[in-house]
């Protein structure tokens, strides 16, 4: 079950997330921020491990 959370980010970071998914042929912000979060938590669980 998924669950909803809402965030607030500077427009500037908006911008740059919009023109990612049009770039990169992500289906959404929502898709963007998903990936991003995930890599951030992989890279940080592989840093821990070191």
Known sequence: ???YVTIKLPKNLVDEIDNFVGR???VSRTEVV???IRR???DYN???EM
């Open 1 to 3: 079950m998924d669950k």
């Open 24 to 26: 990169y042929g992500f």
């Open 34 to 36: 998903k990936e991003a």
């Open 40 to 42: 951030l938590l992989h």
């Open 46 to 48: 592989l840093q821990k």
